[in-house]
């Protein structure tokens, strides 16, 4: 018996590429076609996906004719309403076995796993998903571990339901081959996660893997011969097809331009007025990133505060503000983070800051949105007196916190992002320890304190003092 498996993973809401991609299913799918997606569709990013909770991604799928989606970090990051939304709007099952509300509850709008029976195979799709507690928590989310929860589901099957097993993951290749390894019963994986471009499927463990990058650059194909009787894969075949070469599904432009007037007019609501100009650079001290460190520091309790200017896109003009404009200015789903450092890395971290090779360097990472990584900026409290003819990393004459030298031993508080608390593009910054997140996004935090005056006119005092 003959099965095809079209799938995408980690689209990140690049829906004029899903267009080219119906294309091209148009062309290839049949009665033996399964369609998939392993997560990550609904980018938060974007005005389409922002204006209509996620919507949109739904609406295009059901176009399209999925038969089965997982849940991504993305759409978990979302939060339950969000979340909610996609799943209820998609008009085929979501696949998410291991989300449970905090107390322990599976969460209802997500499926474990369900039976579809193509040209007489009946196959077993599970999904399940990366587990990101650290930010489910917020949401009360909690995501269980992926082996025991696919265990669990094989468990609640039995045999005679099914002949094959698909699991739709959104866990990366590297764990993908380790359950490969761990779980027999196995036996296609379709993946996502890491974005890894597979042109042909790999087997570890008679278990099939294939992934099809990032973006919808690619649409994957994985056909298969089953033999019944005998209850396995006889033979397979799989490659990527590049969505380039193809036009745009007309029908699903028209969606997106349906969804994005549709958010467009939710999002453009005015919220405030700002009577001042906030400049932004990605080299130069700012005042847009000047509020935000002093907003960080200010809804954390913390020390002093620091972002890079890279999270944020552009500066604020007067007149009215909206969740448009706010989306624009800071597009990265990145969460206000508390961490302890000691004062030597943020020494380090500072001097690489005002090098062109850092801030000019591709910010690429993860939850990041932006181009490029940006220097640091920092709260009102800090002064930092550096001598631009000196040598890369010896710049920083002293740093003054409240008044005070930098104790280089000291372990300070500070408020930030989880990509700096990463230590994505400023490396020092990862030597930290009890971090902790606040549930909303930095464009939320943002959006409060451009509300505050003090904070406004706080943030046109300069923290960068040249001497010499």
Known sequence: MKLKILHINDLHSRFE???????????????????????????????????????????????????ARVFGNNEGFAGKEKGKVISKTSEFPTVTCNLYHSDGEKLEYLKDAIVINKNGIRVLIIGVTAPYNEFYNLFEVHAKEPIDEIRRVLQNYSKSQYDMVVLLSHLGLREDKELAEKIGEIDVIIGGHSHSILDEPISINETIIHQAGSYGEFLGELS?????????????????????????DQEVISIIEEYSLKANEYLSKPLFKIEKILTHSLSEENDIGNLLADALRDVLGTD???INSGVMNKGVETGSISKKELLEICPSPLNPTYIEIQGKDLLNALEKSLLAEYHNADGKGSGFRGKWLGNIQVSSNVTVKYREEEQPLSKIENITINGELLNLKRWYTVGTSDYLQRGTGYSELANCKNERYNPEYLRDTLEDYLKKQEFVSKAFKRRFIKVG
Request: glycine share 8%; charged share 30%; net charge negative.
């Open 17 to 67: 590429n899903l267009a080219k991609i119906s294309t091209i299913i148009k062309n290839l799918e049949d009665d033996n076609t399964i369609i998939l997606d392993a997560g990550d569709n609904a980018d938060f990013m974007r005005i389409e996906t922002e204006g209509t909770n996620g919507e949109v991604s739904s609406a295009i799928l059901n176009k399209i004719g999925f038969d």
């Open 224 to 248: 298969v011969d089953y033999d019944t009787r005998e209850n396995r894969i006889t033979d397979y075949s799989g490659k990527l097809i590049k969505s380039s070469d193809y036009s745009e």
């Open 304 to 306: 002093i505060g620091i």
